[in-house]
């Protein structure tokens, strides 16, 4: 230990050198922090058409490569802090963090499958007793966009209640100049709480005209978390080490055309872990995990120049997730019961092979109006297997977790009609088709039992969209979905029983607002802000939760989740600040109980400063928490807090220093203990962070 913080020392030490001595060559290039001043200026590509957040007639927020490096995102999770209704759930443990919309997501659920996740395209789907459902690295990526609400589901998949999250890797061309061989960029990172260090490379080279290859490697690796009380965080410690190599080639007389590939590889290896990531119950013991996830593309695009009615993209992937577990501890229910409930070792995976192609047509149709068509069709195969080691025999999954096989394929249509900027209509229908399967397996006894019962359902994901700009600086947008959740595996055949399952159907409203002001309070400021308000109805509601005993599914006849959002923006040529608030509600509609998962009502604010002839940037942000006592069955309340946040930023463009990034953030200034509504540990206490990175 000693001598890893002896190399810190040292690496962070010289990147200080380095600073100080070249300081004064460095001089700032203006607009260089516009883009993380403008979120609602952000382009969405999510919603078909490519627009600007504050002209989509949706809940959508973009976070850009500027954004997320300035958060210094220990994990997935922290990426998500300024977008208002998102909410990291789970725990501070790599292995632990989940999602949650507008009160969907929970540790104990099927929530996986209400919200989509996505990467390059790619549908990416965990799901374990007491763990998390996505593991990456925030590094391998230049943008994420989360679109709330089912109206995503339209293009996405049917189910999306809550939401779809996006995440694009980055691209060779992203450090490529016209004319380039070669480019690339190296960085470090250090964070005092965990004595936290990142290592960064990326080489992006061009080696024959149209023809270009990227490769990232990163390391990242952290002790455990102290929290605010100075008192270790569990299981907060990991290593991890990912990769990502990328290929481009664009032909065609216009060069409209590309092929494209891409892996890209997360893995992680911890020794005596708590079986239970989640809420940290000592009844499941610990275990030696390997936790590896794999994504793999292949592509092709061709935009038709001169054709308006062709735009087209087809990629086929393969997606595999697993988690391997040994040395694992017996779990015992009394001093004298204890029993290898989960095998001696096992596996937990999740392979799926997917195909998708969509097309963009493009119509005039006079009087100031156009059309954009956009229909597509996707398929995908998964498999989920669980082996376990029961030491006499090797059992093929549980009674609450069957191994099986799931199908589903969809086709879609969106248009987006458009009157002169001013008036944008989206209808929308997608329908899919999902099947679920299970052959033979093998019981606790360790006997072979041949089921071969399989379910199939439809679902439906029909929407209507529009917005409309009243003047140039008023806009009034609103929306109904209704989309229909296929039935997972776990679901149908829970306990080796073909279950009546019906589809959870959703009906979902959505209004809001819009301001743009330009030269409000002085030449050359800027004003935006985005209000969105929705009630999301829900029938046959699967809920979750721990009873203290077990597992315990309710199967709610109405469920209603409403809330409204803000976000807001202000900016000069040096001073700029945003703004994001959510309160949503979530209610049992046949008791008129709360329902869990709802997180507590919170805002963010940020107030920073552009230092132009420095090209320096710095700020605070606030984040602050409402005391959560709407709780439902087994729910626990929690207190209100505010945590203080300080950063810096400085981009010099001359000098020995030109390409360089120097961050440096204090998170949770005043070490304030505090606990996060839909954790099951304490929030992490303060931090000093240290990011350098070099671009060349």
């Not at 989509?56 to 976070?63: E, F, H, R, S």
């Not at 009160?103 to 790619?122: A, Y």
């Not at 006849?557 to 945003?578: C, H, K, L, M, N």
């Not at 946040?645 to 203990?673: I, Q, T």
């Amino acid at each position: 230990m000693g001598l890893t913080k002896t190399c810190q020392t040292r690496l962070m030490g010289g990147v200080a050198l380095w600073v100080l001595t070249f300081t004064g060559s460095a001089y700032a290039q203006d607009g260089a922090f516009e883009d993380s001043a403008t979120p609602l200026q952000r382009i969405v590509v999510g919603t078909g058409v490519d627009k600007v957040a504050i002209d989509t007639p949706q809940a959508v927020t973009v976070l850009d490569q500027d954004a997320i490096d300035a958060q210094q995102a220990r994990t997935i999770g922290d990426v998500f802090k300024e977008i208002p209704g998102v909410m990291p759930i789970g725990s501070n443990s790599v292995f632990g963090e989940s999602i949650n919309i507008r009160g969907i997501g929970e540790n104990l659920s099927s929530d996986e499958t209400r919200i989509i996740l996505q990467v390059d395209g790619v549908n990416k789907f965990f799901e374990q007793y007491r763990m998390g459902s996505f593991f990456s690295d925030p590094e391998l990526y230049k943008q994420v966009e989360v679109l709330r609400g089912p109206a995503s589901s339209t293009l996405y998949g049917s189910g999306a209640m809550g939401g779809v999250v996006t995440f694009t890797t980055k691209d060779a061309s992203d450090f490529l100049d016209p004319g380039d061989k070669f480019g690339g960029r190296l960085k470090t990172s250090w964070d005092s709480n965990g004595n936290g260090w990142l290592g960064s490379a990326i080489v992006a080279a061009e080696p024959i005209e149209n023809a270009e290859i990227l490769g990232a490697l990163n390391y990242r690796k952290s002790q455990d978390l102290a929290d605010g009380q100075g008192n270790d965080i569990d299981d907060s410690d990991f290593d991890s080490i990912n990769g990502l190599i990328k290929g481009r080639y664009t032909f065609g007389a216009n060069n409209d055309q590309s092929v494209f590939a891409s892996y890209q590889r997360w893995t992680s290896d911890e020794d005596n872990q708590g079986y239970d990531q989640i809420t940290w119950g000592t009844t499941f013991g610990n275990v030696d995990r390997t936790v590896t996830d794999q994504t793999a593309i292949a592509g092709y695009e061709n935009a038709f120049t001169g054709n308006n009615l062709l735009d087209f993209k087809a990629q086929v992937s393969w997606s595999d997730t697993r988690v391997k577990q040994s040395n694992m501890d017996p779990v015992c229910f009394g001093p004298t019961t204890c029993v290898y409930a989960f095998g001696l070792n096992s596996e937990y995976s999740y392979e799926t092979w997917q195909g998708k192609a969509d097309n963009v047509s493009t119509f005039d149709l006079g009087s100031d109006w156009m059309a954009y068509v956009t229909t597509g069709l996707d398929a995908q195969y998964q498999e989920r297997r669980n082996p376990r080691d029961m030491g006499a025999y090797t059992q093929s999954g549980s009674a609450t977790h069957p191994e099986g096989e799931t199908k589903n394929m969809g086709g879609f249509v969106q248009t987006e009609f458009v009157w002169n900027d001013r008036v944008t209509l989206i209808p929308g229908m997608r329908i899919d088709y999902g099947n679920v399967s299970i052959g033979s397996y093998t019981d606790s006894s360790g006997d072979t039992v041949t089921l071969n019962e399989e379910k199939t359902k439809i679902g439906y994901s029909p929407k209507l969209a529009a917005m409309v700009k009243m003047t140039d600086w008023l806009g009034i947008f609103g929306s109904v979905a209704h989309t229909e959740r296929l039935p997972s595996l776990d679901e149908v055949f829970s306990n080796y029983t073909v279950n009546a399952i019906e589809k959870e159907k959703s009906n979902n409203f959505e209004a809001g607002f819009t301001l743009a002001f330009d030269d409000l309070v002085r030449g050359g400021d800027a004003f935006r802000l985005k209000t969105t308000a929705f009630r999301n109805n829900i029938t046959d509601y699967y809920a979750s939760y721990w009873n203290g005993t077990t597992v315990v599914t309710d199967i709610i006849p109405e469920a209603r989740y409403e809330g409204f959002e803000v976000e807001a923006s202000y900016w000069t040529d040096t001073i700029y600040g945003t703004l994001g608030a959510s309160v949503i509600r979530g209610k049992n509609r046949d008791t008129g109980g709360d329902l869990n998962a709802v997180p507590a009502d919170n805002a963010f604010l940020k107030i920073g400063y552009v230092h132009r002839p420095w090209n320096l940037d710095f700020g605070w942000r606030g984040d602050f928490y409402a005391a959560q006592d709407r709780v439902g069955t087994s729910g626990n309340t929690t207190a209100g807090y505010a945590l203080h946040n300080l950063y810096a930023a400085w981009k010099p463009d001359e000098g020995l220093m030109a390409g360089s990034e120097l961050r440096f953030n204090v998170d949770n200034v005043f070490d304030k203990s505090y606990r996060n509504h839909l954790d099951g540990d304490e929030g992490a206490g303060r931090s000093f962070k240290l990011s350098f990175a070099k671009t060349f």
